[in-house]
């Protein structure tokens, strides 16, 4: 495990995060995105399960610490620039605290100016969450 | 078009800015990320083309205005939180500056903690940006 040679060719802005796109590894639906600082990054890699850094907490979170829901990475791509990541990931249970798989559940209606619903709720989040 | 009280469902950050992934509508390869203030999502709903803001040259960018690789909208998805888009796209050509079909043409291998790169080359971008 090679990390740290790994991390330094990220992009890390100014405040130090750069963007994951998580994605479903079999079936390739983006599951959500979330921020990682070098720590978050470096475990991510190291324990391969996803680790994030959340803005409104200003800490680390194992994603699934609370629900259990989590994800165990199955490849870790850089893109071009080095500013962001993309994670493919075997994701138990569901991605989004609302329930549903993905937490891109909701597409624009363009002629009707609304979102609409798309895809089932996996769980109630009410149940999961206390 | 009722583009204005969809964009007001988005949670632009204290920049004006949402992160935007770009997604093959067809085989669902995550191309790129790019952001997006009000203007570029407005217009990328109103022309069905996608359009960002760049915040190098701080100013908006129709994706494929230089090299013609244009993404064609098939769908944009809010995420739970209301602060990232997912936009389904028809690529023309390929996404990626560097002439791969998608900016995430690098894999981190964690065993020799080096990238590697995954794809090839759709076109040469020397030929491409002048």
Chains 1, 2 share one sequence.
């Not at 324990?47 to 629900?67: A, D, I, Q, V, Y």
């Not at 071009?80 to 991605?95: H, N, R, T």
Request: glycine share 6%; hydrophobic share 35%; charged share 30%.
């Amino acid at each position: 495990m090679k990390a740290s040679s790994l991390i330094r060719k990220c992009k890390f802005d100014k405040n130090g995060l750069v963007p994951a796109i998580i994605q479903d590894a079999k079936t390739a639906q983006v599951l959500m995105v979330a921020y990682m600082n070098r720590q978050a990054l470096k475990k991510t890699l190291e324990t391969k399960k996803t680790c994030f850094f959340s803005r409104s907490r200003k800490k680390l979170w194992l994603k699934g610490e609370s629900s259990g829901h989590i994800q165990r990475v199955r490849g870790v791509f850089l893109d071009c620039d080095g500013d962001a990541i993309l994670i493919k990931v075997a994701q138990k249970e569901a991605a989004c605290h609302t329930g549903y798989y993905s937490c891109f559940y909701r597409e624009m209606d363009l002629k009707k100016g609304q979102l609409k619903i798309k895809g089932k709720r996996i769980f109630d989040p009410k149940k999961i969450y206390r």
